[in-house]
C-alpha cells in the first residue's frame, strides 16, 4: 500500500523552543491531516489542509500542504510541556482512504 | 456531541474467545472506519465503511463489522488469537477525508 514517511520519528526540545516535522510520500495527496496522540487516548485532529500550498495555522501550530501535493510539513512555536505526544500524518485521495506515518514522539523538557 | 465513543477501553481475551468492540459515533457521518495501532507500526485500516448498509474489508481474516445503521459500527473479533493483541481505533468522518478518532479499545489476547 502507499506508505508516507514521516520525520524525525522522535523529539527531545526544552520548552520554548520551536519544533517542525514533516512528512513525504512518492503519491499525490488531496488532503493532508495533522492529528496528535495523548498517551492512552485516540488521536485528536489538529490541522486539516484541502488544497496544494494551503498554509493554515491553529494557536501555536502551523502546518502547510507542499506544492507538489506529495509533502507536508508542521511546526510548534514556542513549545510548552503539554505538548507532549505522538504527532501522526495522514493524507487522503480519491478513495476516501487515509494513509498514517508512523508518528512522531515530542517530548518536552521543563 | 459526544463525538466517537469507544467500549470497552481495556479488555483481555483468551486465545479462541470471541468479542465485539463497540463504536459509536453522534455526529451523522457517512463514513466509518476501524484501524489497529502497533507501537513502530503506525494505524492500519482494518474495515471502512462509506455509509449504513456497506462495508469493505482492507485486511483479511480474524474480524467482522457490520453497519446495520449510520450511528454504530461494531467490530468482531470471531476467534482471538495473539497477533490481535492491540489497540482498535475508531473514526467517523463526513465524506472519509477528515476523519475523527474515538478514544481506543486496548486488547489483549493470552
Known amino acids: 500500500g502507499q506508505q508516507l514517511n514521516q520525520s524525525p520519528q522522535s523529539m527531545f526540545i526544552q520548552e520554548g523552543e520551536d519544533v517542525s516535522m514533516n512528512c513525504t510520500s512518492s503519491s499525490i495527496f488531496n488532503t493532508w491531516l495533522w492529528y496528535k496522540q495523548d498517551p492512552g487516548e485516540g488521536p485528536v485532529l489538529l490541522i486539516a489542509?484541502?488544497?496544494?500550498?494551503e498554509l493554515t495555522s491553529n494557536g501555536r501550530l502551523t502546518a502547510q500542504f507542499g506544492i507538489t501535493r506529495k509533502d507536508s510539513f508542521l511546526n510548534i512555536s514556542a513549545s510548552i510541556p503539554s505538548d507532549v505526544g505522538i504527532y501522526f500524518c495522514g493524507s487522503g485521495g480519491s478513495n476516501y482512504k487515509l494513509t498514517f506515518g508512523k508518528g512522531t514522539l515530542l517530548t518536552v523538557n521543563p | 456531541n459526544a463525538g466517537v465513543t469507544q467500549t470497552p477501553k481495556f479488555h483481555i481475551l483468551k486465545t479462541g474467545q470471541s468479542m465485539t468492540l463497540q463504536c459509536a459515533q453522534d455526529?451523522?457521518?457517512?463514513?466509518m472506519s476501524w484501524y489497529r495501532q502497533d507501537p513502530g507500526m503506525g494505524l492500519r485500516l482494518i474495515y471502512y465503511?462509506?455509509?449504513?448498509?456497506?462495508t469493505d474489508k482492507e485486511v483479511p481474516n480474524g474480524y467482522n463489522v457490520s453497519r446495520l445503521n449510520t450511528e454504530d459500527f461494531p467490530l468482531r473479533l470471531v476467534s482471538a488469537a495473539p497477533s490481535q493483541t492491540s489497540v482498535y481505533l475508531c473514526a467517523s468522518s463526513y465524506r472519509g477525508e477528515t476523519q475523527y478518532f474515538g478514544p481506543g479499545t486496548r486488547l489483549l489476547v493470552l
Open positions: 465503511s462509506a455509509a449504513a448498509g456497506t
Open positions: 489542509l484541502y488544497k496544494a500550498g
Open positions: 455526529m451523522n457521518h457517512g463514513y
